[in-house]
């Protein structure tokens, strides 16, 4: 049986070492010149945090715990850098990233349900300078928030007025109206632009009971970005955990991004103990790094 402890020897890092340390066809991926770290040289996808990692934190104590596990890419989200920032504003925070060695290649979940929020949105993302907006198009029946077809018409307008590719977060079992699965979004997106497309959450997609290697595998020409994790079960009961400790198959999904040629960005999502969260997610982001060396 293969341990955790000799899963790490066999990839070729300690335990000191892991504790401390968009899209294909449709090129809507940003290509930052960041210097890749060591284990993600050979690959064409880059290891990220999801900004809503840190939605307890401020800026500048985000930044320090990106230094410390040696990751360069933010997905940046509204509560580190406001839709309503100016040009300036923008500026100073690129600055302020730039000086911890981090890009923010994407913005985003924003969740939508009015034109005008598509519009401010998508302004937003163009003077961030980003290629990627994860986005949540929804309309509101009663209490529920339930996927729209209409916000995705008028979010199709503003992705081929701007270019900026939309990546639709999936979320699992929690809201079976609200795009549960890639599945469900790609049912009302197939035939939209393909620079509409997904951000594949696996392990939302693995709560609700799909497989998210098949999912890679199957929409890999949809799927602009990528928030990773890991849960407990393959049902509604599943909770984020450790990346070592769930049940998703790690390796298999590695192995399926270098099969597909994903180049965008793989992002931590890391939403347990989120009040104090830094080593799990040093556990976590040691541990994928240790899964990329192992699988090669």
């Known amino acids: ?11 070729g890092i300690g335990t000191a070492a892991w504790a401390g340390a968009c899209g294909l066809a449709t090129g809507c ?8 770290t060591p284990s993600a040289s050979t690959d064409s996808f880059r290891l990220g945090i999801a900004g809503y990692t840190f939605h307890k934190f401020n800026l500048i104590q985000t930044l320090e715990m990106l230094r410390k596990i040696d990751v360069h890419f933010l997905c940046i989200k509204d509560f580190h850098l406001p839709i309503s920032s100016s040009e300036q504003e923008v500026a100073a925070f690129h600055d302020t990233c730039r000086s911890y060695g981090v890009t923010g290649y994407g913005v985003g979940p924003i969740y939508m349900t009015t034109d005008e929020e598509v ?3 998508f302004a937003y993302a163009k003077r961030v300078g980003t290629r990627t907006l994860v986005g949540v198009p929804y309309d509101r029946e009663g209490k529920k928030r ?3 077809a209409r916000v995705l018409r008028r979010v199709q307008e503003r992705v081929r007025e701007y270019d900026i590719c939309y990546a639709i977060h999936n979320h699992g079992p929690d809201m079976p109206e609200l795009f549960p699965t890639a599945e469900s979004a790609m049912e009302m997106i197939a035939d939209m632009d393909p620079r509409v497309g997904l951000c594949l959450d696996i392990g939302h997609q693995y709560r609700d009971g799909k497989d998210p290697v098949q999912a890679l595998l199957r929409h890999a020409d949809r799927v602009h970005d990528i928030h990773i994790k890991n849960v407990t079960a393959a049902d509604k009961s599943g909770k984020g955990i450790e990346m070592p400790r769930g049940r998703i198959d790690m390796p298999a999904f590695v192995r ?3 099969s597909v040629r994903y180049s965008g960005v793989c992002s931590l999502e890391y939403e347990k103990d989120m009040a104090d969260p830094f080593a799990g997610i040093a556990e976590s982001i040691g541990y994928f790094r240790g899964v990329m060396d192992a699988t090669r």
Do not use: E
């Open 1 to 11: 049986m293969t341990t955790r402890r000799s899963f790490f020897k066999q990839a």
């Open 29 to 36: 991926a940003s290509t930052p010149r960041i210097r890749p």
């Open 119 to 121: 519009d401010a949105a």
């Open 146 to 148: 339930v996927a729209s």
């Open 256 to 258: 399926a991004l270098r």
